[in-house]
């Protein structure tokens, strides 16, 4: 069974960085598209950032520029660095594989003031 952790939120001012991390036990990623999602109160989580097996990365518009997905298939982590956060960075975030039907972990909540 796929467990994911994910680590790294905290609270930081509007214009700060932080890197988020996601931890994946019970398989190899190697093979796997992954991604990083977020979700706030009331609304559908929404994928943000994916990075596909050759390590080529594909963000939102919303991201884009500011944030960096990243993998380490031998230590089976992927990470997001954010940077120029803003308030509207703040969410819950979650990584999972898109095609693939894992349980999501419980996220890490990013929080940004202004």
Known sequence: QVHLVE????VVQSGGSLR?????SGTWITIYQMAWYRQTPGKFRDLIASIDVSGRPNYTDAVKGRFTISRDNDKRTIYLDMRSLKPDD??????NAPEENWSWGRGTQVTVSS
């Open 7 to 10: 680590s790294g939120g905290g």
């Open 20 to 24: 988020l991390s996601c931890a994946v």
């Open 90 to 95: 703040m969410a819950t975030y979650f990584c």
